[in-house]
């Protein structure tokens, strides 16, 4: 723990990985049209530059506490951002889409270890009267990634093109690896773990995690379990991660200790970040979609649709942390809880008339929420554990939140494909050559091309029946993501009975220091 001013920079020096792990999951997504041209790749071979990124975000995740024990935090940390970086650079310059996937793959295995390391950095740095201000840091970086990740990359890939998308984590990794240097120490009960490496437990961890991945990210494309491909993943994913847990409860040195999860507020704390990450990635995908698909917005300002929400992020995450210790917990997370129901609420509200504002009131209710949620359940989540399972535990939960996100975006992937097909089967039920709104509006539309466009009559006829299809196309779309934001609420109401399983304050039940 450190007095002063200089907790502030070490908090300060630990952000700067998860913001740039963060940005990185989703900077890329709106170049990745760009990458297609640039590779001539199909469709299912560029998204690879996601996906790779997130297996082996996965894989890592859960293994960074032993991984920081083995090699010393702040060595482990600074190789991250070292590499992160440096694979950086080879993603920007990669010559081919194939190289580009290798380097991801090396960002997905760095930036996913600097995330839970931050975390449990800050969390050793701040006494535990103030770890509702630490986390209000760290929620910075995991929250406002993925809304200005973007933004971001919408306006680069406007402005110059995709490699810079990639170009300018060098300043910024730079900065990092100096400031760690000279600012990181390591805590004076670290020490290297005993024993043998258990390999096997990593080989489960890599067999099960990863498959899951491929599967919650391919699911939707290959039509999930009609096709063999997402069958195999899954059976895989099944067996690793049984295994795992069989390795992890019977193994004298287990890479991962899922003893934590005999802690109550730490599972009760876990499994409502997964919530959260099930109901946040997944309108924090569907919004942005919703506006360009539907509304014509570009991909900068689809971007800055989810800005608000980040700035009210931010103003409720200081506001909160200061509230952490002094208000029953549950009570903050309640508040948060209802707004993210109401602004998802409101989202059942969306038609193709909406405008700008509509859409960024709807992220300003859920960010100002989300700041409700997110310190108040981390802060929470960690009062029991001592300082020696911190590592661990930051990484688990971590695990845990990136799982929901990804869960939540496949689920909402799903629900909007089938639901555009079900709307539309229903509505064209409506267009008979015998509807007289049907044949009103043709006409109509036959009599403006053929005496402003100079149409023929039979062209006009013809293009007619294709603007009526486009908007029915437009209409089950539209009706096809307003269910998705019901799905979506209602993972909030599920959210709301496991509130009560969390401690109401954050007393001093664990000693500071244990040697």
């Known amino acids: 723990m450190h007095e002063g001013p200089g907790k502030y920079l070490i908090a300060f020096t630990a952000m700067i990985g998860t913001l740039m792990e963060v940005v990185d999951t989703s900077v890329a997504n709106v170049s990745l049209p760009h990458m297609q041209g640039t590779f001539s790749a199909g469709v299912d071979e560029v998204t690879w530059v996601l996906t790779a990124y997130l297996v082996a975000n996965a894989i890592i995740l859960p293994i960074t506490g032993w991984l920081g024990n083995y090699f010393?935090?702040?060595?482990?940390?600074?190789?991250?951002?070292?590499l992160f970086t440096a694979?950086?650079?080879?993603?920007?310059?990669?010559?081919?889409?194939?190289?580009?996937?290798?380097?991801?793959?090396?960002?997905?295995?760095?930036?996913?270890?600097?995330?839970?390391?931050?975390?449990?950095?800050?969390?050793?740095?701040?006494?535990?009267?103030?770890?509702?201000?630490?986390?209000?840091?760290?929620?910075?970086?995991?929250?406002?990634?993925?809304?200005?990740?973007?933004?971001?990359?919408?306006?680069i890939t406007d402005t110059?093109?995709?490699?810079?998308?990639?170009?300018?984590?060098?300043?910024?990794?730079?900065?990092?690896?100096?400031?760690?240097?000279?600012?990181?120490?390591?805590?004076?009960?670290?020490?290297?773990?005993?024993?043998?490496?258990?390999?096997?437990?990593?080989l489960f961890i890599a067999m099960g995690l990863g498959s899951l991945e491929i599967m919650l990210n391919r699911g939707q494309r290959y039509d999930w379990f009609h096709s063999n491909f997402i069958i195999l993943f899954a059976m895989i994913a099944g067996l690793g991660l049984a295994l795992f847990v069989w390795r992890s409860l019977t193994a004298d040195t287990p890479l991962v200790d899922l003893r934590l999860f005999g802690n109550k507020e730490f599972a009760s704390?876990?499994?409502?970040?997964?919530?959260?990450?099930?109901?946040?990635?997944?309108?924090?995908?569907?919004?942005?979609?919703?506006?360009?698909?539907?509304?014509?917005?570009?991909?900068?300002?689809?971007?800055?649709?989810?800005?608000?929400?980040?700035?009210?992020?931010?103003?409720?995450?200081?506001?909160?942390?200061?509230?952490?210790?002094?208000?029953?917990?549950?009570?903050?997370?309640?508040?948060?809880?209802?707004?993210?129901?109401?602004?998802?609420?409101?989202?059942?509200?969306?038609?193709?008339?909406?405008?700008?504002?509509?859409?960024?009131?709807?992220?300003?209710?859920?960010?100002?929420?989300?700041?409700?949620?997110?310190v108040p359940i981390t802060v929470a989540a960690f009062v029991r554990l001592t300082p020696q399972q911190t590592g661990q535990g930051t990484g688990l939960f971590n695990l845990l939140r990136n799982e929901g996100g990804s869960v939540g975006i496949a689920i909402a992937a799903t629900v909007l494909g089938r639901r555009a097909q079900f709307h539309q089967h229903n509505l064209v039920e409506h267009l008979t050559p015998y509807t007289l709104q049907l044949q009103q509006r043709l006409t109509g539309i036959g009599h403006y091309l053929v005496s402003v466009g100079g149409y023929d009559p039979a062209t006009s006829s013809r293009a007619g029946e294709a603007i009526i299809y486009g908007m029915l196309r437009r209409q089950a779309a539209a009706m096809a993501y307003i269910d998705v934001f019901w799905m979506l609420m209602l993972a909030f109401v599920v959210f709301l009975p496991f509130i009560f399983l969390l401690s109401g304050s954050q007393g001093h039940t664990v000693p500071e220091e244990v040697t």
């Open 72 to 82: 010393g935090r702040k060595r482990f940390y600074i190789t991250c951002l070292a």
């Open 87 to 155: 694979a950086s650079l080879g993603s920007g310059a990669a010559p081919t889409l194939w190289f580009l996937i290798l380097m991801r793959v090396v960002q997905g295995f760095a930036g996913g270890a600097m995330v839970p390391m931050s975390q449990a950095i800050m969390l050793e740095s701040f006494p535990k009267e103030e770890h509702g201000k630490a986390m209000a840091l760290f929620g910075v970086g995991v929250v406002f990634g993925p809304i200005i990740g973007p933004t971001l990359g919408g306006y």
């Open 160 to 202: 110059m093109t995709w490699r810079w998308v990639f170009y300018i984590n060098l300043p910024v990794g730079i900065l990092g690896i100096l400031m760690a240097m000279f600012i990181i120490t390591d805590p004076p009960y670290m020490h290297r773990p005993e024993g043998r490496v258990d390999g096997l437990s990593f």
């Open 269 to 374: 704390g876990t499994f409502l970040m997964f919530l959260l990450g099930f109901g946040l990635y997944g309108s924090f995908t569907m919004l942005p979609l919703f506006a360009q698909q539907l509304m014509g917005y570009t991909a900068t300002w689809a971007g800055l649709v989810l800005s608000p929400g980040g700035v009210a992020s931010l103003v409720a995450m200081a506001f909160v942390g200061a509230l952490v210790g002094k208000i029953d917990t549950r009570l903050l997370v309640l508040i948060g809880a209802i707004f993210n129901i109401a602004a998802l609420f409101l989202l059942h509200l969306l038609n193709l008339q909406v405008d700008f504002f509509f859409l960024a009131l709807s992220r300003v209710l859920q960010g100002f929420g989300l700041g409700f949620l997110f």
